[in-house]
């Protein structure tokens, strides 16, 4: 085989898995939703819902974690049964992004069913004094590691 059809050939498949590359990447990803925005939610498809944790709304039942995603700016909120690993920062009234589903049959009409692992919480810096912007804060997932999000 002569070598410029080789280095042609090279050439072929790195671009080939280049472009594989950054088709899977980009559709992989999704846009967060938050609870409003879910009412439209089709059963069984998977959703990013990111909100705020409602105070008073955590509740272990066994291994099901069970709590309520509202707004960040109030208002609208859903129940979430989730189940695996939960990051240590997870209280209430903090800032969740969890990737869920509607179940085809639930108890709740608004309760989706979280993915086992995929909860992470926004940490508020240790070194913030509430002045700067919230939406710079850290997000962390059950291993405290940070993660981007963007």
């Not at 959703?47 to 109030?74: C, M």
């Not at 209430?92 to 309760?111: C, F, L, M, N, Y």
């Not at 989706?112 to 004094?129: R, V």
């Amino acid at each position: 085989m002569p070598r410029t059809l080789r280095l042609s050939f090279a050439i072929v498949a790195a671009v080939s898995l280049a472009a594989a590359l950054l088709y899977t990447s980009f559709l992989g990803s999704a846009e967060a939703r938050q609870p409003s925005q879910m009412a439209s939610a089709e059963v069984g498809k998977s959703y990013q819902l990111t909100g705020r944790v409602v105070k008073g709304s955590v509740k272990r039942d066994g291994e099901i974690l069970r709590f309520r995603v509202e707004d960040r700016d109030g208002g609208s909120s859903i129940a979430v049964a989730y189940s695996g690993q939960v990051p240590d920062p997870f209280r209430e009234g903090r800032e969740v992004i969890v990737t869920v589903h509607k179940p085809a049959e639930s108890a709740a009409a608004d309760e989706f069913t979280g993915k086992p692992d995929s909860l992470i919480t926004k940490c508020p810096s240790k070194f913030d004094d509430g002045t700067e912007d919230p939406s710079k804060m850290e997000w962390r997932d059950s291993s405290n590691r940070v993660v981007d999000v963007e």
